[in-house]
């Protein structure tokens, strides 16, 4: 039989936006609910070692800084206004507030070769793994702003950087470009692609890949340690498509310096609607500013109308 549970704060994903929303609420004494989804503690349970997020001074393991921030978080309930949700259970969630901390999911390749080496020589966050490519050669794949950045973004750590793009134009933004031209480590493989991520099972790590020319059909295998994927990012909104607005590619809008969308008492921290930073650190910050507006808005309505009238 399904359950109805109501919360002054329903914040909806478990990744580090939305566990952070979830301790700075639960501090409020506001009792947050925290709906998880399939994937609980998000992008950072597929990520490996962690050095980027503050407070640790050694490596840290991306799933284990979630379970970390879940063990902060669990004096809370885990499991129209009030705002309603229903789970795949059936069961029912209502909120006064709502924060939705849903996060991106990177899009992949989608090769089996990709799966097996993710977290051993794949990933599709330069900023967080780059740093153990120092000195090695590494292919960057796509030929967005992200790729671009990443490839630039690599020739900190690594000797070569090579980016593979399906077309012979790239997507990036002008500026991006001619930085990623004048680079002298960045070489650029037109009109290819990945068909197969190439390693060894013991130790499990990358030795190179084979490229497909889409206008000649040719197959060129080339060595390198690590393949970054940066095809782009899907934020997780479908589930309010048509209620929020949305920028084009998706992603939540909300107000400058905010975490407020334009419906009072609705927020949106983390991935779901940055596109530009996407990291555990800033997600975990404006999960704080979230929960914080959360507990502004909460108590601004409870106040007398005459005194809300008056200011
Ligand atoms: P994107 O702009 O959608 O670019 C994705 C790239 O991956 C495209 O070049 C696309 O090729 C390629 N691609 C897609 N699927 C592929 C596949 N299966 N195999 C091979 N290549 C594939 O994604 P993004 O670069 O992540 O950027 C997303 C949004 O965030 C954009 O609006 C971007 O401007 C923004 N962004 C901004 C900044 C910044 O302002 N500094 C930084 C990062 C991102 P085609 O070109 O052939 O389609």
């Given amino acids: 039989m399904s359950e109805r549970h109501h919360s002054k704060v329903l914040i909806i994903g478990a990744g580090p936006a939305g566990y952070t929303a979830a301790i700075y609420a639960a501090r409020g004494n506001l009792q947050p609910i925290l709906v998880t989804g399939l994937q609980p503690g998000g992008q950072m349970t597929i990520t490996t070692d962690v050095?980027?997020?503050?407070?640790f001074a050694d490596i840290i393991q991306g799933p284990w800084l979630m379970e970390q921030m879940r063990r902060q978080a669990v004096a809370i309930?885990?499991?129209?206004?009030?705002?309603?949700a229903t789970g795949d259970s059936g069961d029912i969630y209502t909120g006064d507030t709502v924060i939705i901390a849903t996060g991106a999911q990177a899009r992949w390749l989608g090769l089996p070769s990709e799966e097996v080496f993710r977290g051993f020589g794949v990933s599709a966050c330069a900023t967080c793994d780059g740093f153990f490519f120092r000195g090695k050669d590494v292919v960057v794949v796509g030929g967005g702003n992200t790729a671009v950045e990443e490839a630039i973004y690599l020739t900190n750590h690594a000797r070569r950087v090579t980016l593979v793009h399906r077309r012979d134009?790239?997507?990036?933004?002008?500026?991006?470009q001619d930085r990623l031209f004048r680079?002298?480590?960045?070489?650029?493989?037109?009109?290819?692609?990945?068909?197969?991520i190439l390693g060894?099972?013991?130790?499990?790590?990358?030795?190179?890949?084979?490229?497909?020319?889409?206008?000649?059909?040719?197959l060129t295998e080339?060595?390198?340690?690590?393949?970054?994927?940066?095809?782009?990012?899907?934020?997780?909104?479908?589930?309010?498509?048509?209620?929020?607005?949305?920028?084009?590619?998706?992603?939540?809008l909300t107000r400058p310096d905010s975490t407020e969308t334009e419906i009072p008492g609705v927020f949106a921290a983390g991935?779901?609607?940055?596109?530009?930073?996407?990291?555990?650190?800033?997600?975990?910050?404006?999960?704080?500013?979230a929960a914080l507006e959360a507990e502004k808005f909460l108590a601004a309505q409870e106040e007398p109308v005459s005194v809300r009238a008056a200011k």
């Fill in 169 to 176: 134009a790239l997507r990036a933004e002008k500026i991006l």
């Fill in 51 to 55: 050095e980027n997020y503050p407070g």
């Fill in 77 to 84: 309930d885990f499991a129209r206004r009030p705002f309603v």
């Fill in 271 to 289: 991935d779901v609607r940055d596109k530009i930073f996407r990291q555990a650190v800033t997600a975990a910050g404006m999960g704080c500013m």
């Fill in 183 to 196: 680079n002298p480590k960045i070489v650029v493989v037109w009109d290819n692609v990945v068909e197969e």
């Fill in 200 to 218: 060894v099972p013991e130790p499990l790590v990358v030795t190179g890949i084979r490229l497909r020319n889409l206008r000649t059909g040719a």
């Fill in 222 to 252: 080339q060595s390198c340690d690590g393949v970054f994927i940066a095809i782009g990012h899907t934020p997780v909104t479908g589930f309010v498509a048509g209620q929020l607005p949305l920028d084009q590619e998706g992603y939540i």
